[in-house]
């Protein structure tokens, strides 16, 4: 790599609803297609984006990082101005220039946290980023967190997997997992943090501690599921609006 190139993280928020997901896919409109649209008009030269990691369809990201390599300085006030071109639901924070060529956005991110947010009552100013319960039973709270507890015992998920995947290991590193429940506001958030998750996991985990929650799966069916690798019955992918990407860390204190 030459060595006048510059290597620019870019940390980025965005809602997801709009868009089939973060990566770039052919007669489909993505959140990497968008950035990577207005990076190269700007700077005129075409700007490829490497992004920390997929999200689904419908899914959002309250942080987001991705990179980028250019062999020019960026233009007074290009925050600004990519801002502007970008469409209202995809926002840019911070452009940080690195010292080391070989940070990756993706390879090199040792953490990541998402929140699965559900409401139980209706409400018109959380449309687009929480899921409105619409199941028939209301689900018992101390066995949803017993069994998010049960989760973060476990390094192998292939229970949790959906199919068509292209992962080689079903091994990941649970750092977190909780329920945060707001009777008040009649709300329940899950909190999950990991090294790396496979595809539909999240939604599938949440999907199952809602189903122990109304009694259609014992915490000694998911215990099961978990110690021999095996699928859940009838299992619960739950909506994507729900989801969101809340934060990325990596090995150096700053990006």
Same mark, same amino acid.
């Given at each position: 790599?030459?060595?006048?190139?510059?290597?620019?993280?870019?940390?980025?928020?965005?809602?997801?609803?709009?868009?089939?997901?973060?990566?770039?896919?052919?007669?489909?409109i993505s959140v990497q297609e968008t950035v990577e649209n207005a990076f190269s008009t700007v700077l005129r030269n075409t700007i490829t984006v490497f992004g920390c990691g997929r999200t689904d369809t419908g899914v959002h990201a309250?942080?987001?990082?991705?990179?980028?390599?250019?062999?020019?300085?960026?233009?007074?006030?290009?925050?600004?101005? +990519?801002?502007?071109?970008?469409?209202?639901? =995809?926002? =840019?924070?911070?452009? =940080?220039?690195?010292?080391?060529?070989?940070?990756?956005?993706?390879?090199?991110?040792?953490?990541?946290?998402?929140?699965?947010? +559900?409401?139980?009552?209706?409400?018109?100013?959380?449309?687009?980023?929480?899921?409105?319960?619409?199941?028939? !039973?209301?689900?018992?709270?101390?066995?949803?967190?017993?069994?998010?507890?049960? =989760?973060?015992?476990?390094?192998?998920?292939?229970?949790?997997?959906?199919?068509?995947?292209?992962?080689?290991?079903?091994?990941?590193?649970?750092?977190?997992?909780?329920?945060?429940?707001?009777?008040?506001?009649?709300?329940?958030?899950?909190?999950?943090?990991?090294?790396?998750?496979?595809?539909?996991?999240?939604? !599938?985990?949440?999907?199952?501690? +809602?189903?122990?929650?109304?009694?259609?799966?014992?915490?000694?069916?998911?215990?099961?599921?978990?110690?021999?690798?095996?699928?859940?019955?009838?299992?619960?992918?739950?909506?994507?609006?729900?989801?969101?990407?809340?934060?990325?860390?990596?090995?150096?204190?700053?990006?």
């Amino acid at each position: 790599m030459a060595s006048d190139v510059k290597r620019y993280f870019v940390e980025l928020s965005y809602l997801g609803t709009h868009y089939h997901g973060w990566q770039r896919q052919p007669n489909k409109i993505s959140v990497q297609e968008t950035v990577e649209n207005a990076f190269s008009t700007v700077l005129r030269n075409t700007i490829t984006v490497f992004g920390c990691g997929r999200t689904d369809t419908g899914v959002h990201a309250s942080q987001y990082f991705c990179h980028f390599d250019i062999e020019k300085e960026l233009p007074i006030h290009f925050l600004q101005t +990519i801002n502007r071109l970008l469409p209202k639901d =995809i926002a =840019i924070k911070q452009f =940080i220039l690195q010292d080391d060529l070989s940070r990756h956005a993706r390879f090199q991110a040792c953490r990541r946290t998402y929140e699965y947010h +559900i409401t139980f009552q209706k409400n018109p100013f959380v449309l687009h980023n929480t899921w409105k319960y619409g199941l028939v !039973l209301k689900p018992d709270f101390l066995l949803m967190q017993k069994a998010a507890q049960l =989760i973060a015992k476990y390094h192998d998920f292939t229970p949790f997997c959906k199919t068509g995947h292209s992962a080689q290991s079903m091994i990941c590193q649970i750092y977190e997992s909780t329920w945060v429940f707001d009777e008040e506001k009649q709300t329940a958030t899950y909190k999950i943090s990991a090294n790396r998750f496979l595809r539909g996991m999240v939604r !599938l985990i949440v999907g199952a501690l +809602i189903q122990v929650g109304i009694g259609k799966l014992s915490l000694g069916e998911l215990e099961y599921a978990l110690d021999n690798q095996s699928f859940i019955k009838q299992g619960l992918s739950v909506p994507a609006e729900g989801l969101t990407l809340t934060e990325v860390r990596y090995p150096w204190e700053n990006v």
